[in-house]
């Protein structure tokens, strides 16, 4: 069974769109000119979300650490990863939280 996304006419073209909420309660929407590049945005968005992206209680702060932990530094030799000086700095914020 297809779902029926509502439309709009923006410069003579039909866009089809969705609205949702974000975690904020603030007023989303997604839009595209095809009903399957709607549902590839939808499916994009529920995967970040479901990843944790948009949760409030996460900063950017977490974020950079979890990424620079996970992938960046994952590759690098321990002499560049202290060149680079943010491994410090995330080596001792893990022993002030562990303490």
Request: charged share 25%.
């Given at each position: 069974?297809?779902?029926?996304?509502?439309y709009r006419i923006k410069n003579g073209k039909k866009y089809y769109y969705y609205e949702y909420r974000d975690?904020?309660?603030?007023?989303?929407?997604?839009?595209?000119?095809?009903?399957?590049?709607?549902?590839?945005?939808?499916?994009?968005?529920?995967?970040?979300?479901s990843f944790g992206v948009n949760i409030p209680e996460t900063t950017f702060e977490d974020y950079?650490?979890?990424?620079?932990?996970?992938?960046?530094?994952?590759?690098?030799?321990?002499?560049?990863?202290?060149?680079?000086?943010m491994y410090s700095i995330i080596k001792s914020k893990a022993r002030h939280w562990v303490s």
């Open positions: 069974m297809k779902i029926k996304y509502p975690i904020f309660g603030n007023r989303c929407e997604e839009s595209s000119p095809s009903i399957e590049g709607l549902e590839i945005k939808i499916k994009n968005r529920q995967q970040l979300l950079l650490n979890n990424f620079l932990t996970t992938v960046h530094f994952l590759n690098l030799k321990p002499k560049r990863k202290n060149a680079i000086g």
